[in-house]
Each structure stands twice: as C-alpha cells, then as structure tokens.
C-alpha cells in the first residue's frame, strides 16, 4: 500500500475518532431516546446509525466492484457543485442541513437493540476504511457521491468523516 500524499494516516485518524465519538455518544444516550426523532421532522439515532451504516455498506460495495450510489447529477451539473461547494464543505467541515439522502441510504429497517446496531456500524465502518485504504495514495477514483460524482480515497474519507461528524452533532447530547 502506498499513500503518496502524504495525509492519508491523518485523514484515517480523524475518521476513526470520529467514528469512536459518535459510538460513544449514541451509546451513551438513555435507552428511551433511541427510537425518537432528535427534531420534529428529522431521524432518529437509530435511524441515523442505520443511515451511517447503509452509506459505509453502499460505498465498500462500490470499493469490491458492486453498485454503490447511483449518480443523480449530470457532468455540468456534478462539476459546478466540486467547485463551488465541495471546497467549501472539506473547508468548514460541514454539510448543509436541508440536504436529502440519496434513495441507497435512507433507512427503511432500524434495529431497536442500540448496542446491536452500534455494532453493526462500527463493524460497517471499520471494514470501509480497511477497503478504502487499499486504494489510497493511488490517486484514482474509487467511490461514487451522488451529486458530486467520484473521489479519490482520502478525498472520499475525508467526506465521509465529515458526513459522519455532521450526524455526531445531531444526536442528543
């Protein structure tokens, strides 16, 4: 494995802390708060573990040669948004809040048992990163955003830590 660009060891750092904070925070909510939405309108955590859960699922799929998200964006349209908004969310480490999941990755089942489903996620999420790691500092893209089209690993990582920590500050303190 070579990581040419040099961050790759940082960008994988900051993802598995980010991961270990959201684990530690869902875990320590009371058990009655895990099937209630945070805000009118919005998740659960439990369907938020599960959202985090499909993203890293459909993601590593794409990494193995499988479908990942489909593209919901044309060329002009996924090339306005990397320069106009991707710069900025990799900038300030945060994903407007309006934004819908894509179809892949909206919960349809949720696993009511917290500590299953917070299992579920790190095992998801601990597989995507080894995955991803196998194809980083190779420059190449490798896996699909739906609006802003194909990243590079650490480029994808980076994003799906951001994606991650936004989620983190969801949930009920």
């Keep these: 494995m070579t990581h040419t660009s040099g961050h790759w060891h940082e960008v994988s750092e900051r993802h598995a802390a980010t991961l270990g904070a959201f684990l530690e925070q869902a875990a320590a909510l009371e058990q009655e708060r895990w099937l ?19 993203a890293y699922e459909v993601l590593g799929r794409e990494l193995t040669g499988g479908t990942g998200l489909k593209p919901r964006a ?30 892949e990755i909206r919960p349809l089942t949720i696993e009511s048992n917290r500590e299953k489903a917070l299992e579920r996620l790190r095992v998801e999420g601990e597989r995507f990163e080894k995955k991803l790691a196998e194809r980083s500092g190779t420059g190449t893209p490798c896996i699909t955003h739906h609006m802003f ?10 994003f799906v830590t951001i994606h991650l920590e936004n989620h983190r500050r969801q949930l009920p303190a």
Excluded: N, Y
């Design 149 to 158: 089209g194909t990243f590079d690993a650490e480029t994808g990582l980076r």
């Design 74 to 103: 044309g060329k002009i349209l996924q090339w306005l948004l990397r320069r106009v908004f991707l710069p900025r969310i990799l900038r300030s480490g945060r994903i407007a809040r309006k934004v819908q999941a894509p179809r």
């Design 36 to 54: 209630v939405p945070v805000e009118a309108g919005k998740w659960s955590p439990a369907e938020i573990t599960e959202h985090l859960r499909l």
